[in-house]
DNA sequence: ATGGATTGCTTAATAGGTTTAAGTTAGCTA
DNA sequence: TAGCTAACTTAAACCTATTAAGCAATCCAT
């Protein structure tokens, strides 16, 4: 009766390769159960229920993505940090929909304020360092920033674009243009 | 054996209803079974299956928030319609989460092609014409707004704004000012 | 109005997923 | 090496989804 091995990380791990091949919605503690040889109920030795994979997944997703973006803001500054960040986004979310996927429930305050998603505000800040903003109107850029990326990447995964023919890249590479623009002329209050 | 006088309408309405007070993920084909006094396996005449009565939620909320665009577009111009329209997402999403959840599932491109989204996207354009866009510059716009309201509201439900002290609805009206601001000053390719 | 067909629902059955409790064994630790 | 603990299995209860088969209510035609 050879042991498998379990750990809570290599179930997180396996979760989010999973969700990447066959979505997030598919990745049930019977299916992950089965990639390692095991029966499901040996899962809740390492995990908690269902939604604790969930979550970890979340919050895996969430820290891979903070540290994609910190390492696309080092050393760069002004536009060219903005379009480094945003692609980053982009990016991730195309080649890993399954996590991208789970970073979307809803976690409980405290979760998140414990997670990765803190970092991302904290990036998105020290991006706007090469803008001149001022409190608040920095606070509202970054909310601005954050729903953006989030927004135009679900909505392109989501096929919300392609009923129009022009290329999405080419309206990505557009709208980033208009966000340094508006970045360097936020209207006074 | 009185019938309980069941139709894919009435199903979809009370599978909308239910989303918006239990959640849309835990609207089961049980669930909604149970709220009209009938065994489960009644509703599969009137519907296909469990992803079906998802699709048709989806739509429904798709077809009423176009509805309230709409609405809200009418005798209206410039930054008056963008504040009206951008309120009448952020509106429904607070009012209906459940029917708000339900439009993020993934449309195959038929579906989609013929639901209220392409609706969403004339709207957007009528709206646009208060600001003088000519085209790609017009689509692009339309995308960026479109995923901004999307994002942003997406965010605030799901908490991201929480850790900043700064009010949400402050930071949602100087968006909106920096939006017109930006569509009246679009940089030139 | 009454017979027959259609439709709307139930019963019954299969298949999977979730989760808990109880049992067994592997492998560390003293 | 004896025993403890942690990792897994077995077993079982419960829920959901879905299909097939049956029965009853209503519609329609004569």
Redesign the pocket.
Known sequence: ???????AERLTQAAADLADEIGFQNV????LARGF??????L???VK???DVRVRVALLALAELADRAAAALAGRAGKDALVAFANVYRDYAKEHPGRYAAMQIELDPETLAASAAVRHSELTRALLRGYELSEPDQTDAIRMLHGLFHGYVNLEKAGGFRHTPREVDASWSRTLDALDSLLRNWPPA
Chains 1, 2 share one sequence.
Request: net charge positive; hydrophobic share 45%; aromatic share 4%.
């Open positions: 009766m050879a042991r498998a091995g379990l750990t049930t503690v019977s299916a040889g095991v029966k499901p109920a040996a809740y030795s390492h229920d269902a939604q």
